[in-house]
């Protein structure tokens, strides 16, 4: 059976597992400094912050995504942008990921935030397989800076 639920401060360890596998998949990584900031940061109540939802299969966390509530230039309410999914690959296809995603959409419209929108790699075909039934692919093309 899977729970979603919010992040507690007990879920440290899991968490920073779950989180270092996900940066892992995108071939990246951050310093403990900022594991430190954002595990405090995604406890605190700052509007500004992420939130952190956990998905826990059979008592076990296996999975999180981590989002946000900002505002838009285009709308009067804020939309939501779920900046990372994480499910670990031994319980994929059990339905984790849409899970977690469906808790975030309903995050979503109890803050009156309807647009929910999130990045992926064109490669993760896997969760794109998810992503293509529960959302809708834009045609908008990432920059960073150089």
Known sequence: ????????RADRED???LW???LDF????VSEDVYDVYFERLLGDDSQDYTCLIAELDGTPVGLTHF???RHGWKVENVCYLQDL???PACRGKGIGRALIEAVYAAADAQNAPGVYWLTQDFNTTAR?????IGTVTPFIKYNRV
């Open 1 to 8: 059976m899977i729970q979603i639920r919010p992040l507690q």
């Open 15 to 17: 968490w920073t597992r």
């Open 20 to 22: 270092t596998a996900y």
């Open 26 to 29: 995108y071939e990246t990584s």
């Open 68 to 70: 946000l509530f900002h």
């Open 86 to 88: 994480y499910a670990d």
């Open 129 to 133: 397989q998810l992503y293509d039934r």
